[in-house]
């Protein structure tokens, strides 16, 4: 791995989060986008923080991660956060609250599947 995608696996989270947190705060966008902005700001940044800690623990660059090994880290997030949101959103028994809470769950496994698979197409694409 080079420096700067060291910088930028470690650095971009954190950038992403003090953004979510401002853009949460200081009421930036419209009403409705503030907790959309915040939110996919921390989302990605979470995701991010995932793959760059499974490119670690691989000692591998993000494009190289074994597909078995992303796999796995992605299913077991994937279930760990569903479990937790469904045992949080049974003790609240907030019928709305719980489905918003699926949905992002939904957008969060989304999103962390794309960021394991982007550097892996951006690899192949580089070595052909």
């Known amino acids: 791995m080079t420096i700067t995608s060291v910088l930028g696996f470690t650095l971009l989270p954190f950038l992403l989060l003090l953004a979510g947190f401002f ?4 009421r930036v966008w419209s009403a409705g986008a503030d907790p959309t902005i ?17 490119s670690l623990l691989c000692q591998t660059p993000p494009g190289r991660i074994p597909r078995r090994s992303s796999l796995l880290v992605w299913i077991s997030v994937v279930v760990l956060v569903g479990a937790g949101l469904f045992i949080d959103g049974w003790d609240t028994r ?13 957008g969060f496994s ?6 394991f698979e982007v550097p892996r197409a ?6 052909s």
């Open 38 to 54: 915040a939110w996919f700001c921390s989302a990605v940044a979470i995701a991010l923080i995932v793959v760059g800690a499974t």
């Open 23 to 26: 853009v949460g705060q200081l």
């Open 122 to 127: 951006a690899a192949a694409q580089a070595t």
């Open 94 to 106: 907030a019928t709305f609250a719980f489905r918003v809470s699926i949905a992002e769950w939904l």
């Open 110 to 115: 989304a999103l962390l599947f794309v960021l």
